[in-house]
Structures are given as C-alpha cells and as structure tokens.
C-alpha cells in the first residue's frame, strides 16, 4: 500500500473535535468582543464620552490629593469628572472640569467650587454650590469662585493644641487640689485646717446673734413713746399715697 488509509470513524472523529474546537474558539472570541464593548461603553459613561458636555474651571491654592478623573458632584449628584490639572503658578492650581449639558440649567455663575472627599477616608471629589436661584446660568469654559477646604493637617494641629491645653489644665487643677489637700492657701486652710472652721462658725453665730439683738432694739424703738408718734405719722403718709393711687 503506497499510504496509510486511516478508517472512516477515525476521520469522523477528527472532523468532530475540529469542529467543536472551532465553535469554543468563535463562543470565547464573541464573549470576548462583547465584555470589551461593555467595557467601553460603561468607562464612556463614566468618562462623559457619549453625552454632551461643557466646561468649567476654577483655581485653588492647594487641591488637597485630587486627581484627574475624579467625580464632580452638585448637590450629591455626579454630573461630570476632572479632565485636567495644571500648575498655573508657584501658589496656585487650575482645575478643569467636564460637566453634562442637562444639568447646565441648574449651575449659576455666582455657584462655588471645593474639594471635598468622597466618604470619611474616601477618594477626593469635586464639589460645586449652588448658587443664588435667578442668577445667569453657566456658561461654556466658565471660572467658578472657589473656596479653600480644611486640610487634614490643620484639623491635626488644631486636635494636638487642644489636647495640649487640656493636658495643662488638668496638671493645674492637680496641683490646686494636692495643694486644698495640704491645708495651703485661703481655700485649703478653710478646709483643712479645724481651727480655722471652728473661727468661721463662731462667726457665724456671732452674726446671727447681732441680727437677732438688732432685730429685738427695733421692737424696742418702735414701742418707744419718743418714736411712737413718728412711726404714726410715717403710717398715715404711706395710707395717703396708696389713696391717690
């Protein structure tokens, strides 16, 4: 035999396995073309690249870890990203914005920029405030006013210059109390020292005593004969008055 014949169920069987390797290979190439065209489009959603769009900027000394890319949200709803950040000067950073048409109606020239982040720890945002209703609307490549956020490290310092007072505070109200404790000065002698009690409660007594004496030479003076008639006349003009009125 010049060659070898191979039987007809061993080529069937060929075919078959070519046949089924090619319908995987087109199953995994359409799955494959279809994943990538999802991809695309929801990256062009995210991108504002299949809906119309305008501009804005505005201008920041510090943009606090923003980045391009980044939402852009107005009244907490995402209407565009950052599209780009340029160093304008030494102290000063323009921050460009891409922004949906529909939502153009809303935004007013006197509205602000800041940046904010997106959670407690989250990605840093773009922030716009609405501004005063009746006012023009934006328009395209517009420079919005922006306000300066509060960085993280100034919350820091400010956390650390508190708790350093308290800190001072509270070593003073110890060394007042170690010292009320000891009997020293006006306040811890009052205190501490029983001598000194027993001569504020004699005092105290002793004042009591003149209040009750005083009060007793009152009676006295008023069933006195030389101020009897005067305590007299002092009554009819006080009934007098309350006639008139």
């Known amino acids: 035999m010049g060659g070898l014949i191979l039987p007809i169920t061993v080529k069937k069987t060929i075919m078959k396995t070519a046949t089924g390797n090619k319908i995987r290979l087109g199953i995994f190439v359409t799955i494959s073309i279809a994943l990538f065209i ?6 062009g959603q995210k991108q504002q690249m299949f809906s119309r769009t305008f501009h804005i900027s505005g201008v920041f000394k510090d943009i606090s870890g923003l980045q391009i890319g980044n939402n852009v949200r107005y009244s907490g709803i ?5 599209e780009d950040i340029q160093q304008v000067t030494d102290s000063t950073v323009k921050v460009d914005m ?10 007013k020239k006197n ?3 800041i940046i904010g982040s997106d ?7 773009m922030i716009i405030i609405p501004g005063i209703p009746g006012k023009e609307e934006l328009s ?3 420079i ?4 300066q956020p509060v960085s993280m490290d100034d919350i820091l310092v400010k956390v650390k210059v508190t708790s350093d007072n308290m800190a001072d505070i509270t070593s003073n109200l110890s060394t007042i109390t170690a010292s009320v404790s000891q009997g020293k000065g006006t306040i811890g002698k009052l205190l501490m020292d029983s001598t000194m009690a027993k001569n504020v409660g004699q005092a105290m007594v002793n004042i009591k005593q003149g209040a009750g004496g005083f009060k007793q030479n009152m009676d006295a003076a008023g069933h006195s004969f030389l101020l009897k ?8 003009e006080k009934d007098k008055k309350k006639d008139k009125k």
């Open 144 to 147: 919005l006013e922006t306000t």
């Open 229 to 236: 008639g005067y305590l007299k006349k002092k009554d009819k």
């Open 111 to 113: 509205a602000k920029a």
């Open 98 to 107: 891409q922004i949906e048409e529909k939502t153009r109606k809303f935004m």
């Open 119 to 125: 959670g407690l720890m989250g990605n840093k945002i």
């Open 140 to 142: 395209d490549n517009d």
């Open 78 to 82: 995402n209407v565009g990203i950052v």
């Open 38 to 43: 999802v991809g695309v489009y929801f990256i």
